[in-house]
């Protein structure tokens, strides 16, 4: 069973850059793709970010492309969310999410394994 364990999320001044990671554990990572996913309080979870593992070809919400990046390091097998120029609307729990369904691009319920999540809190 893989596990996926999120890190470097905090508290940041609007403007300001963090970078998440998640990392796999566990059985040898091959997934299909990798997502980061987010919700604020009150809200339903978004989609924020994606990647295909092999190409890395990526995609984005329109909300943050120009401001985030999603990468990965596949010897670490750990995906990053570099996350620039951030906007109080940006708070929110940051979840990493991988898919195994050979689909691109994923579907939501296409993934089948999400970290525990990380608080990302932007003040202004």
């Known amino acids: 069973q893989v596990q996926l364990v999120e890190s470097g999320g905090g508290l940041v001044q609007a403007g300001g850059s963090l970078r998440l990671s998640c990392a796999a554990s566990g059985r040898t990572f091959s997934p299909y793709g990798m997502g980061w996913f987010r919700q604020a309080p009150g809200k339903e979870r978004e989609f924020v970010a994606r990647?295909?593992?092999?190409?890395?070809?990526?995609d984005y919400a329109g909300s943050v492309k120009g401001r985030f990046t999603i990468s990965r390091d596949n010897a670490k097998s750990t995906v990053y969310l570099q996350m620039n120029s951030l906007k109080p609307e940006d708070t929110a729990v940051y979840y990493c999410a991988a898919s195994h369904r050979p689909l691109w691009p994923p579907r939501t319920s296409d993934y089948d394994n999400w970290g525990q999540g990380t608080q990302v809190t932007v003040s202004s």
């Open positions: 990647l295909h593992w092999n190409s890395g070809n990526t």
